[in-house]
């Protein structure tokens, strides 16, 4: 293994609060509910993927564009009110794969825009050869395109990544791209994490390796 694709929310930073506050300010001007057990199921999906649903219009409907584009400036807002911590253990981690010399990418299924705000935030751009959006691909995780993408900008096999994650999306995602993948966050609790390892190793301490 000499490439790991991070994810970003909930992996290496949490902003699972601070997009569910997005989100709130955003749909309540839509007259829309969207309760916090629903937005816990749908964390690593798109937004494309999430509004048709919650809004109930069809897919290519105008409200999707609207919706998202606003949810997501409401999330940059807070972000760079309220400022970011990388969560326990990343930095180690960031700096123990640059020293040994595997290349690091972030694949997130945020847009671009948000990406660029979290990372300037963190203050960890230089750790990464590659930053790969998933917002405008056809599919988001379970689909592998987003990770597949990752591995084909850093010219590397897909059996050659190592994916960090914190959703259960991102896992499957991983697996479907044929590569590894590591755990990490509440995702290891997870009732679908058991049946994906078939009875492979798990530690109630660690992350559960898939």
């Not at 897919?59 to 807070?78: G, M, Y």
């Amino acid at each position: 293994m000499r490439t790991v694709l991070w994810d970003l929310d909930g992996t290496i930073a949490d902003t699972e609060l601070l997009h569910f506050h997005a989100w709130q300010e955003t749909v309540v001007q839509y007259d829309v509910s969207y309760p916090y057990e629903r937005f816990k199921a749908e964390c690593g999906m798109r937004n494309g993927d999430i509004l048709p649903n919650l809004l109930h219009v069809a897919a290519d409907s105008p409200l999707i564009s609207e919706v998202a584009t606003a949810k997501e400036a409401a999330f940059r807002r807070l972000v760079r009110a309220e400022g970011l911590q990388a969560l326990p253990g990343v930095m180690t981690w960031l700096q123990r794969f640059r020293a040994e010399g595997v290349k690091q990418a972030l694949s997130s299924s945020a847009p671009m825009a948000n990406i660029a705000v979290m990372v300037d935030t963190l203050d960890i751009g230089d750790f990464f050869l590659a930053l790969v959006s998933g917002a405008e691909l056809p599919k988001s995780k379970p689909h592998p395109a987003i990770f597949l993408n990752s591995a084909a900008a850093l010219n590397v096999k897909p059996a050659a990544c190592l994916v960090i994650e914190d959703s259960i999306h991102g896992i499957q995602a991983a697996q479907s791209a044929g590569m590894g993948s590591v755990a990490v966050g509440t995702v290891t609790e997870h009732p679908e994490l058991t049946e994906m390892l078939h009875g492979g190793p798990k530690s109630s301490d660690g992350p559960a390796v898939a």
